[in-house]
């Protein structure tokens, strides 16, 4: 039988900075380009020397060059692709209140935005061998059926799962690997 658990949400504080990107970026019907940036951002954002680099306890750095400087990494990490002023503004913002930090939770809170508001999903189906396509189909309508949306369903081979399944969608996690069950096992006996 497979397991349910759920996944750490990201912090509270990076739910209005990415409610603010999704209203600018659906606004100026850019939400795949923003979801690309805020992508890029968070990276670089995620990065231990940049954290050092962009925290609000390094004084060498004004607030608008953190956000140049998050900006031009952008720029690089998007093949030299210029990014929107709107974008470098937003940076300017959250480097002015010590949120540069808070990059990856708002790109994961904008990505449940923007599924949302397209009526999809985002899954990620981990298996112990490669799937074919007709299990790949399977999995993703019966998705659909239970979430009632389109899904995208983005696919791993994990050979440390020993054999199963692990699908993730958003929060909810069900765990049908091998591995996963050893694991409850595991600390069932330690009990």
């Given at each position: 039988?497979?397991?349910?658990?759920?996944?750490?949400?990201?912090?509270?504080?990076?739910?209005?900075?990415?409610?603010?990107?999704?209203?600018?970026?659906?606004?100026?019907?850019?939400?795949?380009?923003?979801s690309?940036?805020?992508?890029?951002?968070?990276?670089?954002?995620?990065?231990?020397?940049?954290?050092r680099?962009?925290?609000?306890?390094?004084?060498?750095?004004?607030?608008?060059q953190?956000?140049?400087?998050?900006?031009?990494?952008?720029?690089?990490?998007?093949?030299?692709?210029?990014?929107?002023?709107?974008?470098?503004?937003?940076?300017?913002?959250?480097?002015?209140?010590?949120?540069?930090?808070q990059?990856?939770?708002?790109?994961?809170?904008?990505?449940?935005?923007?599924?949302?508001a397209?009526?999809?999903?985002?899954?990620?189906?981990?298996?112990?061998?490669?799937?074919?396509?007709?299990?790949?189909?399977?999995v993703?309508?019966?998705?659909?059926?239970?979430?009632?949306?389109?899904?995208e369903?983005d696919?791993?081979?994990?050979?440390?799962?020993?054999?199963?399944?692990?699908?993730?969608?958003?929060?909810?996690?069900?765990?049908?690997?091998?591995?996963?069950?050893?694991?409850?096992?595991?600390?069932?006996?330690s009990?």
């Amino acid at each position: 039988m497979a397991e349910t658990t759920t996944v750490v949400r990201p912090a509270a504080a990076a739910r209005p900075y990415a409610r603010a990107a999704f209203e600018d970026a659906q606004a100026a019907n850019a939400l795949p380009l923003w979801s690309e940036l805020l992508q890029a951002a968070a990276a670089v954002a995620a990065d231990p020397a940049m954290q050092r680099l962009l925290g609000p306890w390094n004084p060498t750095l004004r607030s608008d060059q953190k956000a140049e400087l998050v900006a031009g990494l952008c720029r690089d990490l998007r093949g030299g692709a210029e990014v929107p002023e709107v974008f470098v503004t937003f940076l300017e913002m959250l480097a002015e209140f010590h949120r540069l930090h808070q990059l990856p939770g708002i790109a994961v809170l904008f990505e449940r935005l923007r599924a949302e508001a397209e009526s999809t999903i985002r899954a990620q189906l981990i298996s112990a061998a490669a799937i074919t396509d007709a299990q790949r189909k399977r999995v993703a309508k019966a998705l659909k059926a239970k979430f009632r949306r389109n899904v995208e369903l983005d696919c791993k081979t994990d050979e440390s799962l020993i054999a199963g399944a692990v699908i993730r969608v958003g929060d909810l996690v069900i765990d049908g690997s091998a591995r996963g069950r050893l694991d409850k096992l595991a600390t069932a006996l330690s009990l």
